[in-house]
């Protein structure tokens, strides 16, 4: 196939929290020349390309194993799952074509939603036991893992290569398929862990991929580079910003069937938690990191409190963990607008902490309800929305510590490994903090309801 190289404009733009000409004129972070401003910027074109493949491709995992498990649970939402799940893709398809054109577009939408419908066959041997149909879908995923590959080699002339690109596409496939096998198996634990370990693979793949494009057509994002430590920082905060997103809304929704995977749903959130926490101590050292642990945590907390309350119909307890929520939000901005020196200003913050709130209590009160089609769409918003958060933090940090965070060269060549794992150049203690943690989930959620005793 004959690939448009023409780059159109990239519907990648995001509005921050606190605009970075804004902090440019509060502090003085930004008192170098223009290049050196760009080079630990993390509001780059490159950047903004890396950011918006990084949130839509964590989002294709997150929504491809809760719409499989909506799918064996027989789940009245499947549809809307599912339906979701395809919108995810038809995002990805227009990012795509926003490159490589309209033909490119075409020819990706079609192979990557051929995996998609693979999986939903093995999701329906499964629920019948149907042992020769899941290896048949096993195998006509391995069909599209070859043609996923050529179709990345193709357009990046050869800047993902073909095998590189399988060895990734393996990874992925493995990964959602063994989380969808083991919650069949009731091994929650495993399933979550999973589960997260796929998201957190997805955000490599979209670091591999926005370099090979920047690599490919440097001009059109004005020679910058989408792998320096400040944007790492921003992808890495977006990707565990995202998650908490799409872990708390699936969290809820077990709390609410009573589900028994919800001990297992709170825990991998929780672990989410003690990942940002464990980040923000790094940079703000170890009473910072506390601190901001107990604020972030006491709101998952109402969250479960809200939860609890609906399914006793208890309007007062609904009420009360509403409230609780509205002082958390003051609470949480404080501390930013304190730690960040100003950067990150609370009233802005208590602006997004409200919406934030509002998305996932309007996806809950939707599912509830069943209204499905509400409740999804209401969770792609708060998946979405956390990019905020991630940009203005990320964009506060690099201004308040830019001595950390220096420029990194355009890669000479790809790497010759699979879906991401880039780069290694930045030496900031935030990314060494990530990388280190585990994944495994905290055990119930007791935790966090005897958080005031």
Known sequence: MKLNKLLLALPLSLALLVPTAALADSHGGHSASSETATEVSTTTPAAELRIALDTTLTEHAFLAVEAMRKGVDGAEDFDQAAGALLANADDLSAAVGSVYGEEGATQFDEVWKSHI?????????TAEDNQEGKDQALAELETYKVEQSKFFDTAT???????AVQEGLDMHVDQLIMAFDAYVAGDFEKAYSLERESIQHMSMFAESLSVAITTQFPDKFDNTSADTPAIDLRATLNQTFTEHAGLA???MQDGADGAESFDQAAGALLANADDLSAAVGSVYGDEAGAQFEETWKSHIGYFVDYVTATG??????????????????????AFLDAATEGRVPAAALEE??????GQLLAAFDSYVAGDYDAAYSSIREAYAHMQMPAAGLSAAIVDQFPDQFGATEMPAEMPKTGMGGMSDTGSFPFMWVLAGLMLAALTTVVAVRTRKQ
């Open 117 to 125: 419908g693979y999986f939903v066959d093995y999701v329906t041997a």
């Open 157 to 163: 002339g050869g800047l993902l290569p073909a095998a």
């Open 249 to 251: 809304v699936m969290a």
């Open 312 to 333: 006793e119909g208890n309007k007062e307890g609904q009420e009360q963990a509403r409230a609780e929520l509205d002082q958390y939000i003051v609470d949480q901005a």
């Open 352 to 357: 997004g902490l409200t919406a934030h709130v």
